[in-house]
């Protein structure tokens, strides 16, 4: 183990243009998967036709094979954190489903991450989830517009939280997100909460994965023994969001995103980059 942290992989906008290309189709297999979502579906299902699309794209999927991972989807259901493998159970109404999934274009990974409520909620406490967790998201890639610390995102999500949630959620502690670029895990880690580190410096041509992941009450979770399900302990549901955010001259691209960011980057003050893949289509 060393101390220096490892280096950090900035991107040129050529690769950043490429890295866009395979957001917006991650996007696109998001818009694709929200569609289908209903009761009786099969998580196995969704992660079928996740593969499938992507396959018809030209583009891999990174997480099948990961480390040995079964599937093109993590589907984590209700008080699965994250990591859920796929399976032929039906979803129900009020299920609360999260579809993590990543692709390869050329090279460069993307990487993303929505929950869904099955249906209708089952509670109030249960669309608060849903929508905290996906307002943190965002809360801490507005952040990264104005840092000068990748620490600074961990600090505004877990602010976020707390104003928003007080005790009613938890952090998944001891997971966060990460770079990513010619790899889906990459320096520097990105918590959801504040740590020792201050973390390395926001430069043009950083990229990096954001996912805050929380948990109704206390956040007791275990390792299941297929050594990939995270779930959680304490009798409360989960929920997880995820985008892949490119640091650029011209600010922030939000690159699993359809509009890159500007919506809801606007709605918090920040104007987002122009977006490249419009650019390119002239
Ligand atoms: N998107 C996940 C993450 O970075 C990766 C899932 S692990 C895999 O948090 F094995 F499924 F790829
Ligand atoms: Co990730």
Redesign the pocket.
């Known amino acids: 183990m060393s101390i220096l942290p490892e280096r950090v992989e900035l991107k040129t906008p050529e690769q950043i243009l490429v890295m866009r290309r395979s957001g917006q189709l991650l996007h696109r297999v998001h818009e694709m998967l929200a569609e289908q979502i209903r009761p009786g579906v099969t998580t196995n299902q969704l992660d079928t036709l996740a593969h499938d699309m992507i396959r018809d794209a030209g583009a891999t999927p990174?997480?099948l094979g990961?480390?040995g991972?079964p599937?093109t989807l993590?589907l984590s259901v209700n008080d699965v954190v994250?990591?859920g493998i796929p399976d032929d159970r039906p979803l129900q109404d009020g299920d609360i489903v999260s579809i993590?999934g990543?692709l390869i274009i050329d090279g460069w990974h993307s990487?993303a991450?929505r929950t869904h409520v099955v249906g209708e909620p089952r509670s109030v406490a249960d669309a608060e989830l849903v929508r905290i967790t996906r307002e943190a998201l965002w809360t801490g890639i507005a952040a990264l517009a104005t840092a000068a610390r990748v620490g600074e995102i961990g600090a505004a999500i877990e602010d976020f939280v707390a104003d928003a949630a007080g005790e009613s959620l938890s952090h998944l502690e001891g997971?966060g997100?990460?770079g990513i670029g010619s790899a889906?895990?990459q320096a520097p880690d990105v918590m959801n909460y504040r740590t020792r580190s201050r973390g390395p410096r926001v430069r043009p041509g950083l990229c990096l994965?954001i996912?805050p992941m929380l948990i109704q009450g206390p956040g007791n979770w275990v390792l299941e023994d297929d050594d990939?399900t995270v779930r959680a302990t304490a009798g409360g549901r989960a929920a997880h969001s995820?985008h892949s955010v490119a640091v650029t001259e011209q600010g922030l691209l939000v690159l699993t995103a359809g509009d890159g960011g500007a919506a809801e980057l606007a709605l918090r003050g920040v104007v987002a980059a122009p977006d490249p893949l419009a650019d390119a289509a002239g």
Do not use: K, L
Request: net charge negative; with cysteine.
């Open positions: 990174n997480f990961y480390q991972y599937a993590c994250v990591h993590d990543g990487d991450a997971f997100g990460h889906m895990h994965a996912e990939w995820e």
